[in-house]
């Protein structure tokens, strides 16, 4: 790794930290970084896992600060279904050979750049999924995040208030399910060697960073204004991954 590639993943981290602060979907643009730093595709999805479990320990870590919680019975319907989902996930992305991955991810890239244009928002008063439904959508969910990750608390926040759970109680829990399913699927990808620990860290430090100052020093108007650039940035990197430059 050259001194431009880490302070590329610095800064990069760094923005994409204050993304998820601030408007989210930063994974949209970690795991391309990686991939323009040198880190082979398979390899750079699961180096970006590292960031992504300390980030969201730091913000479970604040929610607790503020007197947010969740009792555990809120996260019986939730939480299993996904780990099991998870590790499906991981094991089944890491058969992607890395060309395979960099194709397949800057696809997904296009509709969850519309997601985050359309900032879907949930249905508090949504009338909630019988128990099967529930199961089978979170694992489904968890699959997803074990094996991509990028893009998930797009449609957690909207699948959790079907699941019964009021805004805020599922604004905690969609950071419990994400970090939970990154316990599972980190150790899957370390197993199988696809951890770049170098460039991992330095990520990590960009997006613990980005985080910290994305949270506390929005202004007016910033969410706004960080996810125009990220829609730009997400656009750009989408095509450098399926070879349009």
């Known amino acids: 790794m050259t001194t431009f590639e880490a ?3 610095l800064l990069g ?35 970006n896992r590292v960031g992504i479990l300390t980030s969201n320990i730091t913000s479970l870590l604040s929610y607790r600060r503020e007197g947010a919680t969740v009792s555990p019975d809120r996260l019986t319907r939730v939480i299993p279904p996904a780990l099991v989902g998870a590790l499906v996930g991981a094991y089944g992305i ?41 199961l ?3 694992f489904v969910i968890g699959i997803y995040a074990g094996a991509i990750q990028a893009g998930v608390g797009l449609v957690l926040l909207s ?16 950071v419990i399910f994400t970090l939970c399913a990154t316990c599972i ?29 994305g949270a506390r020093f929005a202004v007016r108007g910033g969410e706004k204004w960080i996810r125009a650039v990220m829609i730009a940035a997400a656009l750009a990197l989408a095509g450098r991954l399926l070879g349009f430059w």
């Not at 204050?18 to 390899?43: D, K, Q, Y």
């Not at 991955?101 to 296009?110: A, K, T, Y």
């Not at 699948?159 to 969609?174: E, M, Q």
Request: aromatic share 8%.
């Open 7 to 9: 302070i590329l993943l």
């Open 13 to 47: 981290g760094g923005f994409a930290g204050a993304v998820n602060a601030m408007a989210g979907g930063g994974s949209m643009l970690t795991v391309p970084l990686l991939v323009l730093a040198g880190v082979p595709g398979v390899a750079a999805n699961g180096s």
């Open 94 to 134: 890491g058969e992607l050979t890395d060309e395979s991955f960099e194709r397949v991810f800057g696809l997904l890239m296009i509709p969850l750049i519309v997601l985050t244009i359309l900032k879907p928002k949930p249905k508090e008063d949504a009338q909630p999924w019988p128990l099967w439904v529930t």
């Open 136 to 138: 089978t959508v979170f």
């Open 159 to 174: 699948a959790l208030s079907r699941a019964g759970l009021d805004l805020v109680t599922a604004n905690v829990v969609k």
């Open 185 to 213: 699927a980190l150790p899957v990808f370390i197993l199988q060697g696809n951890v770049r620990w170098g460039p991992a860290i330095i990520l990590a430090i960009g997006l613990s960073i980005g985080g910290w100052v």
